[in-house]
């Protein structure tokens, strides 16, 4: 058998076959929640990227690596033939992690989370919504990072939404990454071996990134507009845009979990705002909204819905 290694991703406690240079290592003690190793995969339907039996999802991504995911507790990883380990880690950090946190129950956002004053803020929005832009930001001005692209949430007892930490690094496009005054030759793309993709890898240290759970303060749904300007989403049209913004959320029914994660929809908008955040394009304008933005969300930190 391979050995194993323990990391940690999400409050839970990794095992892993492979080894996972993005994640920290597990530094607490008990049994390993997650468990990661090679295997054969058998291909499911060409027609579609991933087929499910039981409680098993089969993910298949060419030319990288077939997947199997049981029970939220143990994802197989078969890679093609020479395939680096960087682009396997790239899909099962993603996709397949995503799949396994929808077998868990847990609440996945497509977002990012940074931390103000000791609590979670979170950006979410469709890839290119500038997410990873804006946490960087925060990153250089000594904001933690939470979370870079999933943001899993879940609930106390009476329904306060936590955010555990996520992956402790930022992605971003090449003009972000020169903008910001980060060298390319410093980093690697995420996904090796294809010189056309302008996404580099930002590792986040550990000084720098959230090593505990925080009470989720505030969410932002990022838009683009001509001026920056924030305004509250309510009620259903809240939980909506939740919905929209679940990570791979094509997963929801394979694992039967629609009424669960609408009802974990519902919870969230009830207990954390949800505001709308349309800005300016270009990091030109970024030192000025992203000012505005601490002292919006500070306020919302201060004015909890039922406090």
């Given at each position: 058998m391979a050995h194993a290694s323990d990391y940690q991703l999400f409050g839970l406690r990794i095992r892993s076959e492979i080894e996972l240079p993005e994640l920290f290592p597990f530094d607490g003690e008990g049994e390993a929640n997650v468990t990661i190793r090679w295997g054969s995969v058998a291909a499911g339907p060409v027609e579609r990227p991933f087929d499910y039996e039981g409680e098993a999802i089969a993910l298949s991504i060419g030319g990288v690596a077939r997947f199997r995911i049981?029970?939220?507790?143990?994802i197989l990883v078969d890679p093609a033939p020479g395939v680096p380990e960087r682009n396997i880690r790239l899909f099962l950090l993603g996709s397949a992690f995503g799949a396994l946190l929808h077998q868990r129950g847990l609440l996945p956002l497509h977002a990012n989370a940074i931390e103000i004053d000791g609590k979670s803020v979170a950006f979410m929005g469709e890839s290119g919504a500038g997410k990873s832009t804006l946490?960087?930001?925060?990153h250089d001005h000594g904001h933690r990072i939470i979370a870079d692209d999933v943001c899993v949430v879940r609930f106390r007892t009476g329904g306060q939404a936590v955010t555990p930490p996520g992956l402790p690094r930022l992605r971003l496009w090449h003009d972000a990454l020169k903008a910001m005054g980060r060298e390319e030759s410093n980093f690697?793309?995420?996904y090796a071996g294809d010189?056309?993709?302008n996404k580099f890898d930002v590792p986040v240290a550990r000084e720098a990134a959230a090593t505990a759970e925080a009470d989720l303060?505030?969410?932002?749904?990022?838009?683009?507009?001509?001026a920056l300007e924030i305004s509250r989403i309510d009620g259903l049209a809240a939980a909506e845009a939740v919905f929209a913004n679940t990570y791979r959320g094509i997963y929801i029914n394979?694992?039967?979990?629609?009424?669960?994660?609408?009802s974990s929809c519902v919870t969230l908008v009830r207990n954390t705002p949800i505001y709308r955040l349309r800005r300016r394009w270009g990091l030109d304008h970024m030192e000025e909204q992203c000012r505005r933005l601490v002292e919006h969300a500070k306020e919302a930190a201060e004015n909890p819905i039922g406090g």
């Open positions: 049981e029970d939220g507790s143990t946490a960087a930001w925060f690697q793309r995420s010189n056309d993709s303060s505030a969410i932002y749904l990022l838009e683009k507009a001509d394979a694992v039967k979990g629609e009424h669960r994660h609408w």
